[in-house]
């Protein structure tokens, strides 16, 4: 087991480093709202990735892989909910994110449900644990589902601990973006376009 665990955390790290959706979320998260908001959005992340083990280690994944179109249909639905999450942004007061208002109207459980569903829409996860968990068993033979929670487990960890980290530097950076007026205007629309960007990027 333990040869397996060192390649496999450090394929776990380069996944997570990436730039990718879920980083750049709780990057933009944690500058908008503070480092508990990024924080509680890197948890909900995290969250996610029992349900990627879960179809690894009962065999769903299987399925996903040998059906290019409910593959697709995964996609489309992430890149579905960037788009509506973009929409919401532009709806949205640029200064509110700023303002103790704008705090108290994003609760906490909200953001970790918005972290959840992104995960688990994002199918370079997908992609990443149907590619690499298998190959990383130390016991083919053995109870199979258990080793898949462990694997999934490290990979919860080392996910934690760099998103974390993330979004306590983003929520230092809000501090001097507060005491810029147009700096609200400024993140809302680099939302919109980090948005609109990955989803084209998960379709094509």
Do not use: C
Request: net charge positive.
């Amino acid at each position: 087991m333990p040869e397996q665990i060192i390649p496999f955390l450090t394929a776990s790290m380069i996944l997570t480093l990436s730039p990718g959706p879920d980083i750049i979320y709780v990057m933009v998260q944690g500058m908008a709202n503070g480092k508990k908001h990024g924080l509680v959005t890197a948890l909900g992340l995290a969250a996610g990735i029992i349900i990627h083990t879960s179809l690894v280690a009962f065999g769903v994944s299987a399925i996903i892989k040998s059906s290019e179109t409910l593959f697709f249909i995964i996609k489309l639905f992430g890149a579905l909910y960037l788009l509506y999450l973009a929409y919401r942004v532009f709806k949205s007061n640029p200064q509110i994110a700023y303002s103790a208002e704008g705090i108290k109207q994003k609760s906490l459980f909200s953001l970790f449900k918005q972290g959840f569903i992104m995960n688990v829409l994002n199918p370079k996860v997908t992609i990443f644990f149907l590619a690499f968990f298998p190959g990383f068993l130390w016991e083919p033979e053995g109870n199979t589902v258990l080793q898949f929670y462990i694997l999934g487990g490290i990979f919860m960890l080392q996910t934690i601990l760099i998103f974390g980290s993330v979004a306590v530097l983003a929520g230092k950076i809000s501090a001097y973006l507060r005491q810029h007026k147009y700096s609200g205007l400024v993140l809302k629309w680099l939302q919109i376009v980090v948005f609109v960007g990955i989803a084209l990027f998960i379709l094509f």
